[in-house]
């Protein structure tokens, strides 16, 4: 395949890659608007880009223990980030395509280095020892990504802002219960060091089978962790246009019933992964559009009081 060399090009290829990378991120980007859809998956395109690099990946696919980048690769994505805000031409389609994103939208430089950093704790092997480490990684690899989605879609109040990256989180939250065995069988795990010495499993031991009945217990705990975030995530809806509000409503719901099913599954989450068939992405479609309508309606209830919040 030939290399993107202009703007509809680059949303072709960012259109691929979010299509192999992430399907459930892909059905609701086809409710954008032609616009709004472009430019979100040419900002995705860049963010799976940075994931695969750091993770030794093509597109999410790949990666075994041990195949994770070091710290140049890690320097040479912000360096290459700077470049693209300096008005370079970026010779990488991914970059390409965020540089497009980024000046266009007026993203601040400060979001995408916040998501390189959580991309930094990957590489510095950090150790999730609180609570409040394990969200700090959440907002910084999907978090800040919920507030330049956000921007793209034209929010730059702080207060919608806050919901967005509040959605981010909760998709983190679901993600890591999800994901707990397959990261750790490469190494990596997000669940506080706390919560496994208080369910008496060892650091090194959390792919071993003999744990999945504590580490359900685990992954329930993260995801009614969610909740609440997706709960305030809700009342952002109102401040997106009406085609962005119904993307962001059907994701909220797509990732929100893996997380429901995780809980469900118990001990058994980690037989297969956790997904969402089309029908049940048909049916979250239908709900998406309900809760879109709802929130034109009245005022958004008030963000649930604890929740950790964003860097300002």
Request: contains cysteine.
């Amino acid at each position: 395949m030939s290399e993107p060399t202009d703007v509809n090009d680059l949303a072709r290829h960012a259109t691929q890659t979010i299509q192999t990378g992430s399907k459930s991120f892909a059905t609701a980007s086809q409710l954008f608007d032609p616009a709004t859809r472009r430019s979100a998956v040419m900002l995705y395109a860049w963010c799976r880009h940075c994931d695969d690099v750091i993770d030794g990946q093509e597109l999410g696919f790949g990666q075994a223990e041990g195949e994770r980048a070091d710290a140049s690769c890690l320097a040479e994505l912000r360096a290459t980030t700077r470049r693209a805000y300096a008005g370079e031409t970026m010779e990488s389609p991914p970059f390409a395509a965020f540089q497009q994103v980024a000046l266009t939208h007026r993203i601040p430089e400060r979001y995408p280095m916040d998501h390189l950093d959580g991309y930094a704790m990957d590489v510095q092997h950090h150790r999730y020892e609180t609570l409040e480490d394990t969200l700090t990684y959440c907002y910084r690899v999907a978090g800040v990504v919920g507030v330049m989605m956000a921007m793209v879609m034209g929010v730059r109040d702080a207060p919608t802002l806050d919901r967005a990256c509040d959605l981010g989180l909760a998709f983190q939250l679901t993600n890591i219960a999800r994901d707990i065995v397959e990261d750790a069988s490469i190494g990596r795990c997000y669940l506080p060091a706390e919560w496994l010495h208080e369910m008496d499993i060892p650091a090194d031991e959390v792919a071993d089978p003999s744990h999945r009945d504590a580490l359900a217990g685990l992954a329930a705990r993260l995801v009614d962790l969610a909740e609440p975030y997706y709960q305030s995530a809700k009342g952002g809806l109102n401040a997106l246009p009406p085609r962005s509000a119904w993307a962001i409503a059907t994701a909220h719901g797509v990732y929100r019933e893996i997380g429901i099913k995780v809980k469900a599954q118990g001990a058994r989450a980690w037989d297969t992964r956790v997904s969402t068939s089309r029908a049940d992405k048909l049916r979250l479609l239908a709900q998406g559009s309900a809760m879109a309508l709802r929130s034109r309606v009245g005022t958004p209830e008030p963000r649930p009081p604890g929740l950790w919040t964003r860097p300002h």
